[in-house]
């Protein structure tokens, strides 16, 4: 056991002394898997293909008692407020060293990336249900908040024996161009007027059904890496679990919609899962 914590010494920032950071961790860890697992069940977070997917009873009572909007007006609502925080941290914080910089840079990057796509590269024919849209908004703006907080605490701490935050970098940038190469081909599966689905190909559609999300994931590992430190890896855990599950339920989804779907197409990892 000693080894293994030494090992994670000469990886690893130590925990800062703050029982927010450290709630958090806990936090988003726990409420992520078990949204994968739930997913995993059948029981659907209320947007994209999944809106209004659950049935009997839940689903009357979304569509009786809960507030709707558009998926556009919904996904907005999802990632804005965590792009400002990102952005505001720039003025909150100014003078900080190269690891805060990236960390911070990367998560208000990728917060003004998702802005732009729903503003100019999703196309949306579903909606949303409003508490999930806040659910969604107040996780993601949390988890935004508290990776910069995070990584402000560590400033003046020595840094890790083995410095990653360059190799991380690189994932990062990886994560991005796969997540964005692969939406703009989702985008363009769906002409102006069509509101319906289709199989996807291209890129690595022939391998898995949700490669965007693998690449999500990718972003969140690089972040990890340029952070070295617990709660990056509590959250990025975290969400490759969530996003797990959630890409298990679009390939059954496709299995029930399509009759042709290629059976040999994973969900998440290529020839794997």
């Known amino acids: 056991m000693s080894m293994v ?14 029982i927010f950071i450290t709630t958090m961790s806990v936090i988003s860890l726990v409420s992520l898997a078990n949204s994968g697992l739930s997913e995993l069940k059948g029981k659907h977070l209320q947007y994209s293909k999944f809106w209004n997917a659950d049935n009997g009873k839940n689903k009357a009572a979304v569509k009786k008692e809960s507030t709707k909007l558009s998926s556009r007006t919904g996904m907005l609502l999802l990632y804005t407020p965590a792009f400002l925080a990102g952005a505001i941290s720039f003025w909150l914080f100014p003078n900080h060293d190269l690891r805060f910089l990236l960390v911070n840079s990367a998560v208000t990057f990728h917060f003004l990336k998702r802005v732009f796509e729903v503003l100019f590269v999703h196309k949306y ?6 508490d999930t849209a806040m659910v969604i908004s107040l996780s993601y703006t949390l988890s ?10 560590l400033q003046g701490t020595p840094d890790p024996q083995i410095d990653l935050k360059l190799l991380g970098g690189l994932v990062f940038l990886v994560g ?28 690595l559609f022939g391998l898995v059904i949700c490669p965007h999300y693998l690449f999500e994931i990718l972003i969140f590992v690089g972040i990890s890496l340029m952070s070295q430190s617990l ?3 509590a959250f990025t855990t975290g969400t490759a679990c969530y996003l797990t599950g959630r890409s298990y339920a679009t390939r059954n989804w496709y299995l029930s919609k399509f009759p042709n779907f290629p059976k040999h197409i994973k969900a998440l990892v290529p020839f794997v899962f």
Do not use: E, W
Not at 144 to 153: G, R
């Open 5 to 18: 914590m030494s090992l994670f010494d000469k990886f690893l920032f130590p925990p800062p002394p703050s």
């Open 125 to 130: 024919s579903g909606g949303m249900v409003l």
């Open 144 to 153: 935004a908040v508290s990776m910069i907080y995070n990584q402000h605490l």
């Open 176 to 203: 991005i161009v796969g997540n964005f190469y692969h939406h703009c081909i989702l985008s363009n599966l769906r002409g102006k007027s069509d509101k319906g689905y289709k199989i996807p190909t291209g890129g």
């Open 231 to 233: 709660y990056p890896i």
